[in-house]
């Protein structure tokens, strides 16, 4: 048994503990949001947020989350409650197939978690384990300045 | 296509999480029955207006990233007069009504055509519709229908303001127009505008369905373990460890291997690593990619057939300096992000299929193959492809699944490992082309003689396909048909794709174009603008390692030379001018390069530096001119991401065959543009009332020659190899 915080709620499951978190959280938990790329950690399709860290899911073992917070797609946003990334991602039509952008949007979260005004070299470092094949990357750092910046003038007005 | 007016069955299937994932007009016998949605006004295949004033479009092209679902929704709720943000787009089923009109009716999704075969036909069936609403409504108000206006889904009669779901009852009862006039230009509200996808929500948020999201009752998993070779057959295996680990429901063999089913994905994924299988290898077992390339070369000695052959070449070659080059291309996996899956379910004489695919007919086609029902007896669910690039046209997935939930008796989930993607795909030909050019005193190409060596795509199309497109048909007849096909293509035609942009944008008075057909067995397929992927490298160095030779500017070479190809000389001037406008920085330099594909012309101008061995595209400039623009901002998109595609190729992309194995696995080998590596993108759009042509492909052929022009005009090394290593030239 294995226990960890999902969105915001406690869970528990009975998963081999060497499962990795990305399997337990799409098919036992059915958030199916989080995607799988390429299994080894290269393309960051499965980024999900533990205690606030953007992790690669497919190569993390359930039990190396007991007791932590994690935090999916879903519990970034939701369509009727959109993070302000989420936001911007439509207003610039960021995606194209899709299929990255919610690992695209994890990475890119907890980057402006810890670092809210990041230069656009920042931006492209932190960003550069999420592949994205349609090459969606202009939008992408566009989307994140341009979120950095409403943050920016928040503060200003507030 | 004309829709024609049809009681159709039709309905929304419900499906794990109130998904709706698709419908079935056809219901066939052991088929769902499927209802219309209730009370909804169904006048066509593609409608259905509800009389809350819910709109649904029920699209016949697959979504996979270029936008086609905003396309296709522009186009029919111009027409209708909805904003077609307003539209609720479902993924249309299998039906013929869905056929493509730009491929023969056949329903399919590629070679850049969806806008263009669309066009008219979906604007007739938003015309139609909205005509039918206008007369419905004069009938019921009591109103002559010229006094009728419509805006955004609502009806203007004198100054009131009704949904048009208000008039689906008497919509009903009247004939359905025909013909009805489009709109003209000037009345466009939404074709031509700065208008935003209309699935960005669902994608940003993580609710958008693609095939691995798929989830049924009772659903199992199953991971396939394949022949390290591809072709290989099972001769044997053992699973007696597999068999006894957890979660483990069945291992049996399928078409490309041993299924291993279980509860869930990684408990089958942990106990293939517990099978043991022995494989009979086909003859591929023995090549290797330097066997390859050095039969390539010694091919091009061969005369070949001939594609094209018009002037006097050998005598225009005799009379001026002739400039000659070799380029080489490698194979190429498409490398999806999303990689290939499907789920199929069996029972009481009827199964169901899901799966994201350029060709939801072919996937009901394959499931009716294996497990002998009549198509009709297959329901067929298409979602958001996550990606394809022309690789979610095959479907192994589909029949592995297939096999599977028959030989279990449970409902399969079959999905491939990114190494299962690299290793055991159908991929981009290699290719070795020579060119051999002159110019002539007045600067005009004088001579053009290009030959190219590779595989044919066409053949293994067929065999990948024809099993899909006609169930019915015995394997041996299509292995008969395949064997044909290769054999017209092994010695007396050229197969259009092998050679396509040789030669076509300039003016070539004396031009023969050849090719040599080797094939050693690896299966191959399109991929993004197919031949021009490699054909533009190869004719984009070659005008201007002539421009080089004979001391002349290459764009002023380029447009000398496109007389009588007025749109792509244009876009090489708009480039052209502002690539002599550019300032560079010191270190970097600039390439053009320009090509035609798929209807559009395309010129890109790329800047580069080299450094310690490695290229990096600061910044790309992109001229289009693909017709009447629906949507300026998916155009642009689709040209920023073929660039990025196209980049991938020019910089990374190379697969290497060792003992008939690919020897890339995964990202590490394999790698893809990250956002560290890519370049900024400006894109301009010509303005053009011509029809609508392509947008998904014609963006890739021209970035990695103006990547090499580039190369070259920073450091005088010309490239003539895909990947672009300046280290090894």
Known sequence: ?158 | MKATRRNFLIGAGVVGGGLVVGFSMRGGPGAPRLQAVEGAYAPNAFLQIGPDNVMRFYCPRDEMGQGVTTGLATLVGEELDVDPAKLLVEFAGVHEEYGNPAMGGVQATGASNATSGHFLPLRQVGADTRRAIVLAAAQQLGVPAHEIATEDGHVLVRGERHPYGAFVETARTLPLPESTPLKSESQFRYIGKELPRIDSLEKATGTAVFGIDVDIPDMHHAVVQRSPVIGGTVVSFDARRARAMPGVVGVVEVASGVAIVAKQYWQAKKAAEAVRVEWDLPPLATVSSRQIEADYRHALAEEGESAESEGDVAAALAASRTVEAEYWAPYLAHAPMEPMNAVVRIGGGEAEVWTGTQALGIARGLVARVTGLDAERVVAHNTYLGGAFGRRATMTHVVEAAQAAQATGKPVQVLWSREDDIRSGVYRPASLMRIEAAMGADGTIAAWRAKRVGGNIVPGILRQMLPGLLPGMSGGVIDWAGDRVDGLFGGWLVEPTAVEGLAGDYDLPNREIAHVTKDHGLPLTFWRSVGHSFTAFAKESMIDELAAAAGDDAVDLRLRNTASNPRMHNVIRIAGDRMREMRVPEGRALGLAAHGSFGSFVAEVAEVSVAGGAIRVHNVLCVVDCGRVINPDVVRAQMEGSVMYGLTAALHGNLEVENGAIRESNFHDYPILRMNEAPAVEVVMVESREHPSGVGEPGVPPIAPAVANAVHAATGRRLRSLPLRPETA
């Open chain 1, 1 to 158: 048994m294995t226990e960890f915080t999902l969105n915001g709620q406690v869970v528990r499951t009975e998963d081999d503990p060497g499962t990795p978190l990305l399997w337990v959280v799409r098919d036992t938990f059915k958030l199916k949001g989080t995607k799988f790329g390429c299994g080894a950690a290269l393309c960051g399709a499965c980024t999900m947020h533990v205690d606030g860290a953007a992790v690669r899911t497919c190569t993390l073992p359930l039990n190396a989350v007991a007791g932590k917070h994690v935090t999916t797609i879903e519990g970034l946003g939701t369509p009727d409650d959109p993070h302000p990334l989420q936001r911007k991602w439509v207003a610039l039509s960021v995606p194209q197939c899709g299929y990255c952008q919610p690992g695209q949007i994890m990475s890119a979260a907890a980057l402006l978690a810890s670092n809210p005004r990041p230069a656009e070299s920042e931006v492209e470092d932190a960003m550069a384990g999420n592949i994205c094949r349609c090459g969606c990357y202009p939008r992408i750092k566009a989307a994140i300045l341009a979120v950095a910046d409403d943050f920016l003038a928040e503060e200003v007005v507030t």
